[in-house]
Antibody, heavy 117, light 108 residues
Framework: EVQLVQSGAEVKKPGESLKISCKGSGYRFTNFWIGWVRQMPEKGLEWMGIINPSDSDTRYSPSFQGQVTISADKSISTAYLQWSSLKASDTAMYYC??????????WGQGTLVTVSS | EIVLTQSPGTLSLSPGERATLSCRASQSISSAYLAWYQQKPGQAPRLLIYGTSSRATGIPDRFSGSGSGTDFTLTISRLEPEDFAVFYCQQYGSSPWTFGQGTKVEIK
C-alpha cells in the first residue's frame, strides 16, 4: 500500500527557518515524482513544485520559485519542503503527493505550518 | 498560466440527486490532462478522475468525468451521504499546473 507520511504540525515565528518532510513507503520511492501543494486557511489548492527523487531534478511554480526549496533523500525515501525565512503569509496546510503523469495520485496527511509572532 | 474556473461555487442538493460540476479553462487543454479531486473537511484531497474520464482506483462508478477543449464536467449520478465535500479540477497539460477554486457540494 502506497503511503506518504508527513512530519507534524509546526508553530514558528516570522523570520525563522523550517524544513518539513514527507516519507514514502509501499512503493519504490524513485519511481514517481513527488509534488507539494499549499492550502491556505479556508482556501483552495496551489501547486508549489515537484521533484524527481531519483536525480533531484526539481521544478517550481513561478509563484513559489525562490520562496521555498524542495529536496529529497532517496536513501531514506523522504522528500522535503523548506523555508529560510518564514512569513505570516506562509501559514497554511502543506501536502505532498506522488505524481503520475502530472496528476496527484497518493497524498500525505498534510502538515500544518503556523507562522505567528 | 491556464486559469480554471469552477461553477457553481456551491451546489445544494439532496442525497440521491444528480450533481453536475463545471470546470472551464482559460485556454484549451488536452483532455488527457484534466483531473478531479474530492476533499472532505480535515482531510487531504483524494484523486477521483484523471485524463478527464478515467476513474482512479477504488472510485465508485457514480462518479464520471467528461469534456474537451476548455469545458469539463464532473458528474455524480446519485449523491450518497459521503459524497458531500469540496471538489477541485486540475490541469496538468501546461506548466504551471493549476487548480480550480473548488465547488462545494452541500446537503440541502
Amino acid at each position: 500500500e502506497v503511503q506518504l507520511v508527513q512530519s507534524g504540525a509546526e508553530v514558528k515565528k516570522p523570520g525563522e527557518s523550517l524544513k518539513i518532510s514527507c516519507k514514502g513507503s509501499g512503493y519504490r520511492f524513485t519511481n514517481f515524482w513527488i509534488g507539494w501543494v499549499r492550502q491556505m486557511p479556508e482556501k483552495g489548492l496551489e501547486w508549489m513544485g515537484i521533484i524527481n527523487p531519483s536525480d533531484s531534478d526539481t521544478r517550481y511554480s513561478p509563484s513559489f520559485q525562490g520562496q521555498v526549496t524542495i529536496s529529497a533523500d532517496k536513501s531514506i525515501s523522504t522528500a522535503y519542503l523548506q523555508w529560510s525565512s518564514l512569513k505570516a503569509s506562509d501559514t497554511a496546510m502543506y501536502y505532498c503527493a506522488t505524481i503520475n503523469s502530472g496528476y496527484f495520485d497518493f497524498w500525505g496527511q498534510g502538515t500544518l505550518v503556523t507562522v505567528s509572532s | 498560466e491556464i486559469v480554471l474556473t469552477q461553477s457553481p461555487g456551491t451546489l445544494s442538493l439532496s442525497p440521491g440527486e444528480r450533481a453536475t460540476l463545471s470546470c472551464r479553462a482559460s485556454q484549451s487543454i488536452s483532455s488527457a490532462y484534466l483531473a478531479w479531486y474530492q476533499q472532505k473537511p480535515g482531510q487531504a484531497p483524494r484523486l477521483l478522475i484523471y485524463g478527464t474520464s478515467s476513474r482512479a482506483t477504488g472510485i465508485p462508478d457514480r462518479f464520471s468525468g467528461s469534456g474537451s477543449g476548455t469545458d469539463f464536467t464532473l458528474t455524480i449520478s446519485r449523491l450518497e451521504p459521503e459524497d458531500f465535500a469540496v471538489f477541485y479540477c486540475q490541469q496538468y497539460g501546461s506548466s504551471p499546473w493549476t487548480f480550480g477554486q473548488g465547488t462545494k457540494v452541500e446537503i440541502k
